[in-house]
């Protein structure tokens, strides 16, 4: 099962002797640099994972990127809680005003994972969401951006606490409490993700801004408990 934080996922070598960059000298550059330091590339995830030869010693396919459920279905055989949520959301089933519908790949790099950066993943947003959105109360570009944003905020800060109760059982402290409390805000992690997933921002917000309190309260437990 893959979660919010870990892929797995068995490496996939290419053939003796073929090289990607052989066919894709130039335009794969940038594309590598995504995944170089992502987490598909220190779990294992090749070019061709999501590129599969359609036969021994024939080059890697093209994987069809803009064919909704092809992607879909390719990131689904790791992010299969993600990608179930994913293609019951409005953005698959519903009526897009454009006739488009987005992929995974129009919030996250293809290569990477990464979400994208905040102009891009803004830009992204508004191509559907401009016109439609003025009666509410703020744009959907701008609350999905706003939810981004503690959504960063909130690895930031588990990070924190991480890094601050490692230092604390390093000097002789008792961790065993700020663990169970860090396993308590973790466990709503998942849900958060899912409700990302299924583009209901207020519900991912709601959670996520409680889990960051809880965590920013225990970050500032643990330092005035250092030994």
């Known amino acids: 099962m893959i979660t919010w934080w870990a892929i797995t996922l068995a490496t996939a070598q290419p053939a003796p002797g073929f090289r990607c960059t052989d066919c894709h000298p130039a335009g794969v550059a940038e594309h590598l640099r995504d995944w170089d330091h992502s987490l598909h590339a220190t779990a294992g995830v090749t070019c061709e994972s999501c590129h599969p030869r359609p036969s021994a010693g024939a080059p890697a396919s093209h994987v069809l ?9 390719m990131c689904g055989r790791c992010h299969d809680e993600v990608a179930e949520v994913f293609r019951h959301s409005a953005h698959v089933r519903g009526a897009m ?14 290569a990477g ?36 944003h503690d959504l960063r905020r909130l690895s930031l800060a ?21 663990l169970a409390r860090l396993h308590e805000v973790t466990a709503d992690l998942r849900d958060i993700a899912q409700e990302w ?17 809880a965590l920013t309260a225990l970050h500032r437990r643990l330092e005035e408990e250092q030994p």
């Open 97 to 110: 005003p454009s006739g488009r519908r987005p992929t995974c790949v129009d919030c996250h790099d293809a």
């Open 158 to 178: 588990r990070a924190l606490v991480e890094d601050a109760l490692l230092r604390h059982q390093r000097q002789g402290g008792d961790a065993s409490a700020g």
């Open 113 to 148: 994972g990464r979400v994208l950066a905040e102009e891009a993943f803004a830009e992204r947003c508004g191509a559907c969401h401009a016109a439609g959105d003025s009666q509410r109360a703020g744009s959907t570009a701008a609350r999905g951006l706003a939810v981004l």
């Open 65 to 73: 990127w803009s064919d909704q459920l092809a992607v879909s279905a």
């Open 197 to 213: 997933h299924r583009f209901d921002l207020d519900a991912a917000q709601r959670r996520s801004r409680r889990a960051l309190a």
